[in-house]
């Protein structure tokens, strides 16, 4: 069974290679990939793989963007911190499921279930389409920030989510941009304020900008099939241009 890992905490890759070899002394690990970028990498190679393990949150974004940049063809189990609540309404799913930290028996399972696919071609990963679904459904099973408080001077302030026209990063800050034209830093990355806030109303254009919809001003065709956002409050980050593999994404999620 030639297998992928795609995990950004190597002790976590290593102990589940090693679970993997003690539940099926045929499991042999071919690659592992600590981010969105390395998987990437290693699928283009189109390497035979039988079966891929896939953590959610890498160090440089979800692994749902691998799906947007390369063919996926291997089926998929999913390793992640999500609400165990929400994740058992995905346990019908041909794509399984485990939560971290993995449970050996967990682990069994899911093997035993991914070696009962009769046909391998009806349980490739589910196409970008599927997992966005799938990411709606784990969310309603998850409640999301409702205000942010950010300190001004010796003083807390409390900034309601509804205020806030976008997030941004800068200098190795992160900043929130409220609709008044006050902007203000706090102590989140990007990667953490992308789970904390509602993807209904809130997308992560770029590495550098999770904008909500009210604060777009005008949408612009640019280069290379990307498009350019003009904001109602300019950033110091400077201009926004929604990354051309999010262009699609994008655009469905202004359609909704």
């Known amino acids: 069974m030639r297998i992928l890992i795609v995990e950004d905490e190597k002790l976590a890759s290593d102990r589940l290679a090693k679970m993997l070899l003690k539940l099926d002394d045929k499991a042999d690990v071919l690659a592992t990939a600590p981010s969105v970028r390395k998987a990437v990498e290693i699928l283009k190679l189109r390497p035979q793989l039988d079966l891929i393990f896939m953590d959610i949150q890498l160090a440089d974004g979800l692994s749902f963007e691998i799906f947007e940049q390369v063919p996926v063809e291997a089926p998929v189990i999913f390793t992640t911190a999500y609400d165990a609540y ?3 309404a995905f346990k019908v799913n041909s794509v399984d499921y485990l939560l971290k930290p993995i449970d050996e028996d ?14 391998h071609t009806t349980a490739t990963a589910p196409q970008l389409g599927a997992l966005e679904q799938a990411m709606q459904l784990l969310n309603r099973g998850k409640s999301f920030k409702s205000r942010f408080v950010v300190k001004v001077g010796e003083h807390l302030h409390m900034i309601p989510v509804e205020e806030v026209d976008y997030f941004y990063s800068f200098e190795k800050a992160t900043f929130l941009q409220c609709n008044s034209g006050k902007r203000y ?6 990667e953490q ?8 109303h809130f997308f992560r254009v770029n590495r ?8 777009v001003k005008d949408i612009v065709a640019w280069s290379n099939s990307r498009l350019k956002l003009e904001l109602k409050h300019t950033s110091p980050a400077g201009e926004v241009v929604v990354s051309r593999e999010k262009v699609q994404l994008f655009k469905e999620w202004l359609d909704r």
Do not use: H
């Open 106 to 119: 967990e682990l069994a399972a899911a093997l035993e279930k991914f070696r009962k696919l009769s046909n």
């Open 185 to 190: 830093a706090i102590d989140y990355t990007m």
């Open 193 to 200: 304020l992308e789970q904390l806030v509602d993807p209904q």
């Open 86 to 88: 929400a994740i058992k």
């Open 208 to 215: 550098g900008f999770l904008i909500s919809l009210k604060a």
